[in-house]
């Protein structure tokens, strides 16, 4: 049976519609989960949506609706923006609505408790409501929240504390082992001097007066609910049924090779922290990697729903296509660090690499094999230095791109697939079918050519899964073939003499600015 993992995006809250930021997390997270799966593990990929927060409240309240109808309504865009991205998901889950979720969150607060590391008291701090976090007068900038640069509310009340000092010794040594990994290394050391530095314990309930008596109520007191962090990070445990012993969660849980989280870096300390000793307070497993992503800005500016500073990726598909969008964020943004966004440079860097790239290159081939050899591959012959080096670079840019994608680089994978895009497209140059064709003397040439070049092309396709789903899944069928059954690199030539090649579509078609 193939090794199990688990992959989870975080659950965004459902205050308003999605923007490009989320759309590159749904992307990354999507290739990881689509990559792994190419290597041969079962992968559970989950998604969802936020919806206890006192966010999701305050804008119902100034819309003139009730937070029900808010996030009824909202979570349907989170969910038509994951299907325009091709993100194949196992799960979607609602933390207001699925009782998988409101199970989990009251039973992993009830083990917290009986291990004697919840307790009440009287507390004042600085609120934002936009990040749903307390912060200390030192972390704000110039009184100020750092992500949101509004001024925090000061909030006087009585809370649940959840004891995190007791847990500062266990996750240092989870840090420094490796048994809980944080890519890339420099969030690492950041998550790492935070804890050494001394854990705090941190409030974990609120009001039921000032959450407007909306979210999970706290077992035993009507007169709170949870902190909605608290309560969302317990959805990942949750959507695989813990609480009822589904066979998923052990198998992608319990039992997994990788329980990984795709985060943003605003929120890493609640996934490197929090949540990993929330979970050996409740006696359950620790996640074995959380992976921290960059912003995406506009203008040097973090996009943000709650400062209106956002760019709609609904509205650049449906301008643009898929495959343009992804591929961009995929392509043109580090995995790790902020990226500033330009509808310019997305058209420029689609056009040179889809285009004028990948999509010339499949029609070249495409055309030229049903032009030569009536569509059917022929087989090769002799085979010179042009084959050679075509072989050696589709090995290599094989290779690269696992190594890359093994470390959460997605940037790095494509532009290691892409040098195979441009030594097959300079393959072609060199043998020229063109001329061949035009000498019979050169006919088992031409033959050698096409084949190597199909077969370049599919390997391409198989190559460019985890990124471009549905295109590479259209480039492999033009090709006469399976996404599943097609060879690896090291069978790259069998089963391809007197395949039906047929003329490419036009998947990428040129967007003029």
């Known amino acids: 049976m193939a090794e199990a993992a688990f992959i989870s995006t975080t659950i965004p809250y459902v205050n308003a519609q999605p923007h490009l930021g989320h759309a590159f997390e749904y992307s990354q997270a999507d290739a990881y989960a689509r990559h792994m799966a190419s290597q041969g593990m079962d992968v559970y990929f989950l998604s969802g949506s936020d919806e206890n927060s ?30 325009d991205l091709q993100v194949r998901l196992r799960r979607f889950i609602r933390t207001s609505v699925d009782q998988d979720h409101l199970d989990g969150a009251v039973e992993i607060w009830q083990r917290m408790a009986a291990r004697g590391d919840i307790y009440a008291k009287d507390y004042e701090g600085l609120y934002c409501v936009g990040c749903e976090q307390f912060y200390t007068p030192a972390e704000l900038v110039d009184g100020k929240c750092p992500e949101h640069f509004t001024v925090p509310d000061l909030v006087s009340e009585r809370n649940y504390f959840f004891r995190l000092s007791n847990y500062q010794d266990a996750l240092l040594a989870a840090l420094e082992s ?137 509205n650049l598909i449906e301008r643009f296509g898929s495959n343009a969008v992804r591929y961009f964020l995929l392509a043109e943004f580090s995995p790790f660090i902020d990226g500033d966004f330009s509808e310019e440079r997305l058209i420029a860097r689609y056009n040179a690499d889809l285009a004028n790239g990948m999509g010339n290159l499949l029609s070249r081939a495409t055309s030229m094999t049903v032009r030569y050899r009536d569509g ?25 791109s ?18 195979l895009v441009r030594r097959t497209n300079a393959y072609v140059d060199e043998r020229a079918p063109w001329h061949l064709a035009k000498d019979e003397a050169q006919a088992s040439t031409l033959d050698t050519t096409l084949h190597y070049l199909v077969a370049a092309i599919r390997q391409l396709g198989r190559l460019l899964l985890p990124f471009l789903p549905q295109a590479a ?30 003329k490419s579509p036009a998947l990428f078609p040129r967007i003029e600015a």
Not at 405 to 419: Q, S
């Open 402 to 419: 696992v190594a890359a994608m093994a470390g959460y680089d997605h940037r790095e994978a494509l532009a290691r697939i892409w040098d």
């Open 178 to 314: 490796g048994e809980l990994k944080v890519v890339p290394e420099s969030r690492l050391n950041e998550v790492t001097s935070f804890v050494r530095s001394g854990l705090e314990d941190i409030s974990i309930s609120r009001s039921t007066g000032r959450a407007r008596g909306w979210g999970i109520p706290v077992p035993g007191d009507d007169n709170q609910v949870m902190y909605v962090w608290i309560d969302a990070l317990t959805n990942y445990t949750n959507a695989l049924g813990w609480t009822r012993d589904a066979d998923e969660y052990q198998r992608y849980w319990v039992d997994a090779a990788k329980r990984v989280h795709v985060v943003g870096k605003g929120v890493t300390r609640f996934h490197a922290v929090y949540w990993p000793a929330m979970l050996m307070s409740a006696g359950l497993k620790m996640p074995t990697e959380v992976v921290v992503h960059g912003y995406i800005t506009a203008a040097g500016q973090k996009l943000s729903k709650t400062t209106g500073n956002v760019i709609d990726p609904t």
């Open 376 to 400: 059917v591959v022929p087989a090769p012959s002799e085979i010179g230095d042009p084959e050679r080096a075509l072989a050696e670079q589709l090995v290599a840019s094989e290779q690269a």
């Open 54 to 83: 006192l966010k999701n409240v305050l804008a119902a309240e100034k819309e003139g609706i009730t937070a029900r109808e808010l996030v009824d309504r909202n979570v349907v865009f989170f969910e038509r923006m994951a299907d």
């Open 473 to 502: 899944d259209a480039i492999i069928r033009t090709l006469g073939a399976e996404p599943d059954k097609v060879p690896g690199a090291a069978n790259w030539l069998d089963s391809l003499t007197g395949v039906q090649v047929t």
